[in-house]
């Protein structure tokens, strides 16, 4: 049987009542509070008992204190005077017992009470909602946007995007709940006090908004890594896996570099610096060291399907190239190519599905190198079609340092000898590029050549490319 057990914290520092009868309850079922932290209670076996338990608030309290101030010493004599034991703290608020049925309440005006809650909620809970809403709307901007402006092909475009833009929405709308939440609670207390009464009870809510976003964020973030692993993007969840496991180390190993400095008695102010320089190194040389690894090693690439390579002229060639295209290079222009490398790769999302194919080949054995380079997008609906379509035939100018180089632009063009619904070429200003974007219903696709294709070519590109329902109809 054990004798400790965790429980995860999900009261909002304003809900004093809902952690005091949750004591109590606990109290009465034979777990005791020993140590209340920021994420997690921790609770100890005991005979159960009737307990009652009171919260005060300190707004002057810190974790960086090397131990009680003065006037905390003074207010734990009284409470003891009055029989009031203290358990635990946690952030600005201090949580006390007694087994004392008759023992005076420590809080008695509900006035002052309500203040000081207010200052302390100024300087740890409000400030920080607010920083994490602002950052969520900063890190999910681009999803943010796409959805005002209704741009499915923006929201649904990866799988990455995707999961990153709910959450970032989830969260934002959490806090905003939140801050909501206290200011209504505040409201309603004041007028409640002014009236007599006592502040009111802060409900459930928040607790269960709690709880639902972190259920939503674990959904999410399986479904995402599930996705990606379906996908045979091995390295991006390893990296992820890696990043997080580097995350969760950094923030144990900052807790515990306060808590050693505190043990120590260092003064608040070194305690603050000297976790913030911890903090940065640690960031600097396992998250920066990551980022690095990620770029300039093959750590956390996807493992090649294809197999063995062997290097001829400087590059590596496929022993036995995939076989998996629709379309290859030498199916194309019906040449003889001695040495060939393809690669494909799945980009898009479980919405909309967009895998992209390169083929690389010397005629014969050199020293001329060609290439085929082909995108499919598979649309479910016709509104996401026409999203994507919006977003890919939109002006693209090129700058540097606000200078504009060149504009990217697709200009129609007749789909009858590609066999498609709509054809597009790619232009740079005035001058055309061998890049062609082809349009069937519940398919796109952006096609790169070598060289311009000729009609028998532009006939075979839409047999091998276009969807199956097309072929049909057109047969």
Known sequence: MKNVTYRWNTFQLYDYRGVEEHLSAMAAQG???????VTFWKYRRAEPASLRYAVTYNAGASRFEPGPTEGEQSLEELCAAAGWEKVSDCSKMQIYSTEDPAAVPLETDEALRLENIHRCMRKSFLPGNIAVLLLMLFIGRDFFLALVTWDLYGMLKNNALLTAGVLCLAE?????????????????????????????????????????MWVLLVLLVAAFLLSELDRGHRGAVLYFAVYMAFFTLINILMRGTTALLRKKGASKTSNIAWTLAVDVALCFTLI?????????????????????????????????????????????TREEYGHVRREAEDLGSVFIPQRAYRETALLGDGPKVCGLGYTLWDLSSPALQESLLEDLLEDDPIKFRSMLLTTLRYVPEDPVPWGAEAAYRRYYDENPSDSWLLVWPGRAASVSPDAEPSDAQKALISTRLAPEDWKEETT
Do not use: H, M
């Not at 777990?31 to 932290?37: D, I, S, V």
């Open 31 to 37: 777990w005791r509070l020993e140590k209340a932290g």
């Open 172 to 212: 934002a709308a959490l806090q905003l709940y939140l801050l909501a939440g206290y200011f209504l609670w505040r409201r309603r207390s004041r007028r409640s006090v002014e009236e007599g009464g006592t502040c009111l009870p802060a409900g459930r809510w928040s607790r269960w908004a709690n709880l639902g």
């Open 288 to 332: 920066g060291g990551l980022i690095w690894s990620r770029y300039e090693t093959d750590w956390f690439s996807d493992e090649r399907p294809s197999g063995e390579t062997y290097e001829y002229r400087d590059q590596n060639w496929d022993v036995s190239p995939r076989q998996d295209f629709p379309l290859t290079l030498a199916e194309l």
